[in-house]
């Protein structure tokens, strides 16, 4: 009887131990955040650099650029969503084709609207995820892809505008959107599975009879747009 009761003993203790193991290698084993840096929200009032080093950045609130101020951001950043939030203001996005910059939910979409929108004044090598859409107003942005988005790229009245070598793919409602009364340039573009492939809103001066915008659009590959 009491070397059964001593084996019960150990026989527990070892099933312990084995069960304590088993949880510790589980929580070893987990996947953690990346440390990075976290954005709470709120007003940029000074010129800022976002670098790979910080990186990736944790956006837990609507950020404004002031308008006396830049945000640089990097090659090699990504921006996490962490919510409903936008980043909108005198934003550059200077990646490289080595190392792109990805603004996005922190998991993979599956639906359009997650975060957004994001305000661009310029920027080339870099994605948007799972936004409301991006804007463009003034300045050169290239080499970009815009996927899963309420609309694809908004692009305001600056005679600066240019939007060259993208491609906008899955695009809820209107891949590009055309504002003001001044010429534009977009070039290049690849538009895949969206609602409406371009859309003119104020274009021209009906009321005083002065021509419209001149807008130059070439080689845009157009498929599964309804």
């Known amino acids: 009887m009491r070397g059964g009761r001593a084996t019960r003993r150990v026989s ?14 589980f929580l070893a084993l987990a996947p ?24 990736p950045y944790h956006v837990y609130g609507d950020v404004v650029v002031a308008a006396n101020a830049v945000l640089t951001i990097g090659p090699g950043v990504t921006v996490f969503f962490e919510g409903n939030h936008s980043l909108q203001g005198s934003v550059y996005a200077n990646g490289e084709a080595t190392a792109p910059i990805l ?17 661009l004044r310029g920027g080339r090598h870099f994605r948007v995820s799972g936004s409301l859409g991006l804007d463009t107003w003034g300045g050169t942005v290239d080499h ?22 993208c ?23 690849t538009i895949e599975r969206v609602g409406t492939v371009v859309e003119f809103l104020h274009v021209g001066q009906p009321e005083t009879g002065q021509d419209a915008a001149r807008n130059l659009l070439t080689h845009l590959s157009v498929s599964r747009a309804t």
């Open 103 to 119: 603004f996005a939910p922190p998991v993979p979409p599956t639906a359009p609207n997650q975060w957004g929108p994001l305000t």
């Open 12 to 25: 527990g203790f070892v099933a312990a131990v084995l069960a304590v193991s088993a949880a510790l290698g």
């Open 167 to 189: 491609a906008l793919r899955d695009i809820r409602t209107d891949a590009l959107v055309l504002y003001g009364t001044v010429e534009s340039v977009i070039a290049n573009l």
């Open 32 to 55: 953690e955040r990346a440390a990075g840096t976290d954005v709470f929200g709120g007003v940029i009032a000074q010129n800022t650099t976002w670098t790979s080093a910080g990186s």
């Open 144 to 165: 970009c892809e815009v996927s899963m988005s309420e609309y694809g790229v908004r692009m305001g009245p600056d005679p600066r505008a240019r939007l060259a070598d």
